[in-house]
């Protein structure tokens, strides 16, 4: 396999006077969505044609910053609903500061009443979801024990062979004329055993006597605190796009989503030759080629679920041929202070 | 020959601090100079005529070439401020658009320090401008606008 240089795609830039002003762009956080070009009030910024990025093995960034022309302002970091734009004023964050507008954008997962199914890591399309979770003790989940009569018991190892958990063991051993026997003891292993009493069952001799704890001492000897999974949640919050896949997937409702952006997604099917690159550009799985339900059946080109839409743009940006139209309606943010930034982020709407 | 010219520029000033009522310990300590040259300065003594008389020409500069060229001989920002304000006696009216947006270059630029960021937007204290408008010049959406008060 040939090795290839990673290259760095990040770019910096930065001012010192009064203040330290620094702007860092995370490549690999970037969708491309252009929200920043948009923003941007001295057009500093150009994103690159992303249709071909997304195909191909860009060796370029995802945008350029002409460090010329930028002022450091940090609009471009305020809007950027992908934290790929970090704005630094004496290398505290402004997204710390209540000076500068913030976008209200959460996912977060209540862990009391998450039960750590684990539905959200395997959809969350940045894969920012981690579930660390710890399962109850097996055996102090099973009703019931076995006990084998060794006097009954011939070791003819059926039990042993048709036990699914592979919790007995026969200790084979040579017969000798001081003691002669095949084997010299049969162990069930607790902690493995399930009680679904097949030994019970197969054994030819009767020699295996269940002994079932729900009906000969009641429900109380299983402590229900013993059953429940435990865990912990973890969300990053710099891959996260809130795009609300978690929360629709939770089967309990445990996770909460606020999405930056309102608006709508439209596509048209007479425009759209299926080419895939929106599917590939959007961060949020919004998008997939649907399956007809038999080969040969006609369906619609591209399908969309809007419930994980957050509106950024960058199918629309990444479209070849114009088939797809992004319009947003309201910016949720904190509250902006200064009329040349509301301008700029009323530019994002349309 | 810069040093005869910082002399002539030092010796305005001093005469302007002596208008205004400041006695020569002060002014001494104004412009980082002993007191017996600052005597001798307004004695009209140790200073030559024509170290003077550029001091002038430079005064009545653009403000801004004044203050570049004042920063240039003295290569020290804090000794700069103090010459150009003591040697300007025209006030100016400053005005910041809403088009600013707060990106500091003004605040970075001024070399009289009268530009802070005040709420995402750039405030000048008129009190410190000298006019020279380099602010203006570098604020990339053109938000600025000084003029001279009679």
């Given at each position: 396999m040939e090795m290839t240089d990673v290259i760095n795609k990040d770019i910096s830039v930065e001012r010192t006077g009064v203040e330290l002003r620094k702007l860092h762009f995370n490549n690999d956080l970037c969708a491309a969505c252009g929200l920043c070009e948009k923003v941007c009030p001295v057009t500093a910024i150009e994103v690159n044609p992303t249709g071909a990025m997304v195909r191909t093995e860009q060796e370029?960034?995802?945008?350029?910053?002409?460090?010329?022309?930028?002022?450091?302002?940090?609009?471009?970091?305020?809007?950027?609903?992908?934290?790929?734009?970090?704005?630094?004023?004496?290398?505290?964050?402004?997204?710390?500061?209540?000076?500068?507008?913030?976008?209200?954008?959460?996912?977060?997962?209540?862990?009391?009443?998450?039960?750590?199914?684990?539905?959200?890591?395997?959809?969350?399309?940045?894969?920012?979801?981690?579930?660390?979770?710890?399962?109850?003790?097996?055996?102090?989940?099973?009703?019931?024990?076995?006990?084998?009569?060794?006097?009954?018991?011939?070791?003819?190892?059926?039990?042993?062979?048709?036990?699914?958990?592979?919790?007995?063991?026969?200790?084979?051993?040579?017969?000798?004329?001081?003691?002669?026997?095949?084997?010299?003891?049969?162990?069930?292993?607790?902690?493995?055993?399930?009680?679904?009493?097949?030994?019970?069952?197969?054994?030819?001799?009767?020699?295996?006597?269940?002994?079932?704890?729900?009906?000969?001492?009641?429900?109380?000897?299983?402590?229900?605190?013993?059953?429940?999974?435990?865990?912990?949640?973890?969300?990053?919050?710099?891959?996260?796009?809130?795009?609300?896949?978690?929360?629709?997937?939770?089967?309990?409702?445990?996770?909460?989503?606020?999405?930056?952006?309102?608006?709508?997604?439209?596509?048209?099917?007479?425009?759209?030759?299926?080419?895939?690159t929106c599917i590939m550009a959007c961060p949020c799985n919004v998008l997939s080629f649907p399956q007809p339900e038999k080969s040969g059946g006609k369906v619609e080109k591209i399908h969309k679920d809007e419930k994980y839409c957050i509106y950024c743009g960058a199918c629309e940006k990444a479209c070849p041929v114009n088939a797809i139209d992004v319009v947003r309606t309201k910016i949720n943010c904190t509250p902006i202070k200064s009329k040349a930034w509301q301008k700029a982020f009323d530019n994002v709407l349309n | 020959m810069p040093k005869h010219i910082i002399s002539g520029l030092k010796y305005l000033a001093a005469v302007e601090l002596r208008k205004n009522g400041y006695n020569q310990n002060q002014i001494a300590e104004i412009l980082d100079m002993n007191r017996s040259t600052v005597s001798h300065y307004l004695n009209g003594r140790n200073i030559s005529v024509n170290s003077v008389e550029v001091a002038e020409v430079i005064r009545d500069f653009c403000r801004k070439d004044f203050l570049t060229m004042v920063y240039t001989l003295l290569k020290d920002v804090n000794q700069t401020r103090t010459i150009v304000k003591i040697c300007s006696n025209t006030s100016y009216k400053s005005n910041i658009g809403n088009s600013c947006i707060a990106c500091g270059i003004c605040s970075d630029a001024c070399m009289m320090n009268a530009v802070v960021l005040d709420d995402l937007k750039a405030k000048i204290n008129d009190e410190f401008c000298c006019g020279c408008l380099i602010c203006g010049e570098m604020c990339p959406t053109n938000s600025i606008t000084i003029t001279e008060v009679k």
């Amino acid at each position: 396999m040939e090795m290839t240089d990673v290259i760095n795609k990040d770019i910096s830039v930065e001012r010192t006077g009064v203040e330290l002003r620094k702007l860092h762009f995370n490549n690999d956080l970037c969708a491309a969505c252009g929200l920043c070009e948009k923003v941007c009030p001295v057009t500093a910024i150009e994103v690159n044609p992303t249709g071909a990025m997304v195909r191909t093995e860009q060796e370029s960034s995802n945008i350029d910053i002409d460090s010329s022309e930028c002022a450091l302002c940090g609009m471009c970091s305020c809007i950027c609903p992908y934290n790929a734009l970090n704005f630094d004023i004496d290398g505290e964050s402004i997204k710390e500061s209540d000076l500068y507008p913030r976008l209200i954008k959460s996912s977060e997962i209540d862990e009391e009443t998450c039960i750590y199914c684990k539905n959200c890591e395997l959809a969350c399309p940045p894969k920012a979801i981690t579930i660390a979770r710890e399962l109850p003790v097996r055996s102090k989940l099973v009703t019931g024990e076995i006990e084998i009569d060794k006097d009954t018991c011939v070791n003819c190892g059926i039990c042993e062979e048709m036990c699914p958990a592979d919790a007995i063991t026969l200790a084979y051993k040579n017969p000798t004329s001081i003691d002669p026997t095949i084997s010299s003891g049969i162990d069930v292993n607790k902690d493995s055993c399930v009680y679904c009493l097949v030994c019970k069952k197969a054994c030819p001799v009767d020699a295996i006597k269940a002994v079932c704890r729900t009906c000969s001492y009641g429900d109380y000897d299983l402590n229900s605190e013993d059953f429940g999974t435990k865990g912990k949640t973890f969300i990053n919050q710099e891959t996260c796009v809130d795009c609300g896949w978690c929360e629709d997937i939770c089967p309990v409702d445990a996770i909460k989503v606020e999405k930056p952006f309102e608006g709508t997604l439209e596509i048209s099917g007479e425009t759209c030759q299926g080419c895939e690159t929106c599917i590939m550009a959007c961060p949020c799985n919004v998008l997939s080629f649907p399956q007809p339900e038999k080969s040969g059946g006609k369906v619609e080109k591209i399908h969309k679920d809007e419930k994980y839409c957050i509106y950024c743009g960058a199918c629309e940006k990444a479209c070849p041929v114009n088939a797809i139209d992004v319009v947003r309606t309201k910016i949720n943010c904190t509250p902006i202070k200064s009329k040349a930034w509301q301008k700029a982020f009323d530019n994002v709407l349309n | 020959m810069p040093k005869h010219i910082i002399s002539g520029l030092k010796y305005l000033a001093a005469v302007e601090l002596r208008k205004n009522g400041y006695n020569q310990n002060q002014i001494a300590e104004i412009l980082d100079m002993n007191r017996s040259t600052v005597s001798h300065y307004l004695n009209g003594r140790n200073i030559s005529v024509n170290s003077v008389e550029v001091a002038e020409v430079i005064r009545d500069f653009c403000r801004k070439d004044f203050l570049t060229m004042v920063y240039t001989l003295l290569k020290d920002v804090n000794q700069t401020r103090t010459i150009v304000k003591i040697c300007s006696n025209t006030s100016y009216k400053s005005n910041i658009g809403n088009s600013c947006i707060a990106c500091g270059i003004c605040s970075d630029a001024c070399m009289m320090n009268a530009v802070v960021l005040d709420d995402l937007k750039a405030k000048i204290n008129d009190e410190f401008c000298c006019g020279c408008l380099i602010c203006g010049e570098m604020c990339p959406t053109n938000s600025i606008t000084i003029t001279e008060v009679k």
